[in-house]
């Protein structure tokens, strides 16, 4: 029989577990092109940032540059989105929360409008687009998080089963994420540099 002491001790823990719960990462991985990227590949996880560490010079941290949802334009049906560099950006973030959800990367902020996850194409930016139409749980799924070999580091965002073609570019405003970046896109691509997309959890 446990001890008085055991279980106190078992309930402590236990409560401290419920007063502060972990972030809950699904480890089951069926987005096409991710499962041959090794154990402990994830497709749902909460509680994280983005951030774009350059893989060609040194970094100022190991979180690298934080990455937030940025303004990409709009027509009279939709509002677009894209990931890139906070420190350029110069409004007011709407969307200040990102989420993996079954694949496919989930924008929030207050009261911003619903908005979806759009496919992302060799030499384009990973864009969302806001409509009345626009459903979070139906964005393209394909997206996933990579562990380092032995854990040695923090997980890393891939796209279509990559993460090693991840660029940042200087657009008309700020620096964006785009994927296989490529020139006559609408960036300047003599401006672009190799960055991983590197998940902070807290």
Same mark, same amino acid.
């Given at each position: 029989?446990?001890?008085?002491?055991?279980?106190?001790?078992?309930?402590?823990?236990?409560?401290?577990?419920?007063?502060?719960?972990?972030?809950?990462?699904?480890?089951? /991985?069926?987005?096409? %092109?991710?499962?041959?990227? +090794?154990? +402990?590949?994830?497709? $749902?996880? /909460?509680?994280?940032?983005?951030?774009?560490? @350059?893989?060609?010079?040194? @970094?100022?941290?190991?979180?690298?540059?934080?990455?937030?949802?940025?303004?990409? %334009? =709009?027509?009279? /049906?939709?509002? *677009?989105?894209?990931? %890139?560099?906070?420190?350029? #950006?110069?409004?007011?973030?709407?969307?200040? $929360?990102?989420?993996? =959800?079954?694949?496919?990367?989930?924008?929030?902020?207050?009261?911003?409008?619903?908005?979806?996850?759009?496919?992302? &194409?060799?030499?384009?930016?990973?864009?969302?687009?806001?409509?009345?139409?626009?459903?979070? =749980?139906? +964005?393209?799924?394909? #997206?996933? +998080?990579?562990?380092? !070999? %032995? @854990?040695?580091? /923090?997980?890393?965002?891939?796209?279509?089963? &990559?993460? &090693? $073609?991840?660029?940042?570019?200087?657009?008309? *405003?700020? @620096?964006?994420? #785009?994927?296989? =970046?490529?020139?006559?896109?609408?960036? &300047?691509?003599?401006?672009? #540099? !190799?960055?991983?997309?590197?998940?902070?959890?807290?």
């Amino acid at each position: 029989m446990p001890s008085f002491s055991s279980l106190t001790i078992a309930i402590a823990l236990a409560t401290s577990i419920m007063a502060h719960p972990p972030t809950i990462v699904s480890r089951a /991985s069926p987005v096409p %092109g991710c499962d041959g990227l +090794g154990v +402990g590949v994830f497709n $749902s996880a /909460s509680r994280f940032k983005l951030g774009a560490v @350059n893989t060609t010079l040194a @970094n100022a941290n190991i979180t690298g540059a934080p990455l937030v949802v940025n303004s990409a %334009g =709009a027509t009279n /049906s939709a509002t *677009f989105w894209h990931l %890139g560099t906070w420190a350029q #950006y110069p409004d007011p973030l709407e969307y200040t $929360s990102i989420s993996l =959800a079954n694949g496919t990367l989930v924008i929030e902020g207050d009261g911003a409008p619903p908005a979806q996850a759009a496919p992302v &194409d060799a030499g384009n930016s990973l864009e969302w687009f806001s409509s009345s139409t626009a459903d979070p =749980a139906e +964005g393209a799924q394909i #997206y996933c +998080g990579v562990p380092p !070999p %032995g @854990n040695a580091g /923090s997980p890393v965002l891939a796209v279509n089963g &990559d993460t &090693d $073609s991840f660029s940042l570019c200087q657009s008309s *405003f700020e @620096n964006v994420v #785009y994927y296989k =970046a490529q020139p006559d896109h609408g960036y &300047d691509f003599d401006s672009c #540099y !190799p960055v991983k997309l590197v998940f902070t959890f807290f």
